[in-house]
């Protein structure tokens, strides 16, 4: 008879074998998953039997991770802030920096009863859906070149009942008309060279134009200007290592408070400013 506590540590060994980043963690969300259960119920469940069909449909998910596939795709779903998000490989597997991006930008956006908001490479919505339903007046925009990744964008908003307009556009063709009283993005900001030298959920599984975009950071910054209402915010996630160069870009195009956030680990990954003026 196979427990779960005895499928747990066959699995983490599977995992860890793999050389997955957090194998005894995985192994404890796909059980969950598979049983419909959450991590703590099925920790103090240890010493029960494992059902049959439970571990056959196991089986399946953990031999996708094992080929490191993202966990999120494996379940095909992945929390962010307040919501639960339809994922998969069309589009970037939500992140913890990007919760702060949504911080900063509803910090900016506070003060206002209905802004309007654009977020420029939306993928699932996380952001556009983030904002829309933690600043319930805000009008939200997400804009993505992928139309693959506006499919996964609109499921995400029918899913959530959150209402967001969604519009298929590539970044470096402009952006929508204003005036839009915030700007946000995680545009694609891995450089070529560094791609290959990502772990391979990234690297094998992501949509990579999502992920490496040279200059997509610097067209945001310039577009947004043109759309941005007098007093606008601009709020971008960038790269590691990118903050100062991307504050100092902005200062040069004429924003102003320019100033640099960190994201959970302490790493300056958010780089916002306010417009003063559209030259």
């Known amino acids: 008879m196979t427990t779960v506590g005895t499928a747990l540590t066959r699995l983490s060994e599977r995992l860890a074998a793999a050389e997955c980043e957090s194998p005894r963690v995985d192994a404890e969300v796909l059980l969950a998953h598979v049983l419909g259960r959450t991590r703590s119920s099925v920790l103090l469940d240890a010493d029960r039997p494992l059902p049959g069909d439970a ?23 992945w929390g962010f802030r307040r919501l639960t998000l339809k994922v998969d490989a069309r589009v970037l597997v939500p992140r913890p920096e990007t919760e702060v991006v949504v911080e900063r930008s509803l910090a900016r956006i506070a003060g206002l009863r209905e802004p309007r908001v654009l977020d420029v490479g939306t993928g699932s919505g996380a952001i556009a859906l983030a904002i829309a ?3 319930p007046g805000a009008i939200v925009t997400g804009m993505d070149a992928s139309r693959d990744a ?9 899913a959530t009942g959150l209402a967001v307009e969604l519009v298929e556009l590539d970044l470096f063709s402009g952006l929508p008309s204003g005036p839009w009283d915030l700007v946000v993005s995680n545009p694609p900001y891995v450089s070529a060279q560094e ?18 975009g040279e200059g997509a950071t610097d067209a945001i910054a310039r ?55 559209a030259d």
């Open 55 to 77: 571990a056959a449909d196991l089986e399946g998910l953990v031999a996708r991770r094992e080929r490191r596939e993202p966990l999120a795709y494996v379940l095909g779903e």
């Open 133 to 135: 339903d933690e600043h």
């Open 150 to 158: 506006l499919a996964v964008a609109a499921a995400n908003a029918q």
């Open 195 to 212: 791609i290959e030298a990502l772990e391979p959920e990234v690297r094998d599984w992501e949509p990579r134009a999502a992920l490496v």
């Open 223 to 277: 577009a947004a200007r043109d759309v941005l209402r007098l007093g606008g915010a601009l709020v971008l996630e960038v790269a590691e290592g990118g903050a100062g160069r991307v504050a100092e870009l902005l200062r040069e195009l004429g924003y102003e408070a320019v100033a640099v956030g960190r994201d959970l680990a302490g790493r300056d990954r958010v780089v916002e400013g306010v417009t003063t003026s």
